[in-house]
C-alpha cells in the first residue's frame, strides 16, 4: 500500500503507541477508540498473538496482543495496558498494546519507506518509517497483522 498518494491531503495523522518496548503507529483514520484493557474471553486452539474475544457494545471483536504478533515477549500485565481498536475492511479488531503515546501529525513526505531488509517478514507488515525526536516510529499495516496468511516477525 503506497503511503504517497497525491490525491489525498499532504498531512497524515497517525495515533503512536508502545509495544514490545517499541514504537508503532496506526493510520488515524482506522483507529475507531482506544480503550482501558479488560480481560478478554479466549478463544480455544486460537493463534498465541490472539487472546480471545471483548464484547464491545454487543460486537464481538478478536483481541490480538500486538507484541506477540511481531514476535516480541507478550505483552505483560500492566494498569497502563490498552487497546486500540481498529477496522480494517469492514473488521473491528483490537491491538493490546502497552501505551498510547501521542497523535503525531506529519507531512506525507516525512513518512520513509522500510529499508530492505533479507526478511521478507518485516517489509509487509511495517510501511513506512517516521522520525520522531531522537527515535522512530513503525507505521504498521493493520491487514497484515490481522490477515491470516500474512507474515510477520521482528
Known amino acids: 500500500m503506497p503511503l504517497v498518494d497525491p490525491g489525498t491531503s499532504a498531512v497524515a495523522e497517525f495515533v503512536t503507541f508502545f509495544s514490545g518496548g517499541q514504537s508503532f503507529s496506526l493510520d488515524i483514520t482506522e483507529v475507531r477508540e482506544i480503550r482501558r484493557w479488560s480481560p ?63 497523535i503525531l501529525s506529519v507531512s506525507r513526505d516525512q513518512i520513509q519507506d522500510t529499508p530492505d531488509l533479507r526478511s521478507d517478514c518485516a517489509r509487509p507488515s511495517v510501511t513506512g518509517m517516521i522520525s520522531v525526536g531522537d527515535g522512530m516510529t513503525r507505521v504498521i499495516d493493520l491487514g497484515a497483522v490481522i490477515h491470516p496468511g500474512a507474515q510477520v516477525g521482528p
Open 40 to 102: 478478554v474471553t479466549p478463544l480455544p486452539h486460537a493463534p498465541a498473538e490472539v487472546l480471545g474475544v471483548m464484547n464491545l457494545r454487543g460486537s464481538v471483536i478478536p483481541i490480538y496482543d500486538l507484541a506477540s504478533r511481531f514476535g516480541f515477549p507478550p505483552t505483560a500485565e500492566n494498569p497502563r495496558n490498552v487497546v486500540v481498536v481498529a477496522m480494517h475492511e469492514r473488521q473491528t479488531l483490537g491491538l493490546l498494546v502497552e501505551s498510547v503515546s501521542e
